[in-house]
């Protein structure tokens, strides 16, 4: 099983970033595959297993670099797909 995790940047003070670190701790002792896709990822990565996607956003404004984070996603997620890389399940933790 391979799971993907949307988050834009990390926040060690962070609600979603603590839930985040508590799954992938359970998931990896699991075996399960696990990937974050985010522009700035500071957490645990790697080491446990994790895999950390780093995608680059554009924009002048927060609206534009939102979007353009959004088009990255898509575009990495059809990637992996093509690639024959499918996710069996992504969670997103953006609006």
């Known amino acids: 099983m391979r799971l993907a995790i949307i988050r834009r940047r990390y926040n060690p003070y962070g609600g979603a970033e603590r839930f ?3 799954l992938l701790a359970h998931l990896n002792k ?7 896709i985010t522009e700035d990822w500071s957490g ?3 080491a ?5 996607l780093r995608i680059q956003s554009s924009g002048f404004t927060r609206a534009a ?4 984070f959004q088009k990255s996603v898509h575009t ?14 992504i969670q997103s933790h953006e609006q």
């Open 44 to 46: 645990p990565n790697n």
């Open 76 to 89: 990495v997620l059809n990637q992996e797909t093509a690639a024959g890389r499918q996710f069996d399940l």
């Open 65 to 68: 670099r939102f979007k353009s």
């Open 30 to 36: 699991r075996g399960i595959k696990n990937t974050i």
């Open 48 to 52: 446990d297993g994790t895999e950390c």
């Open 20 to 22: 985040i670190e508590r």
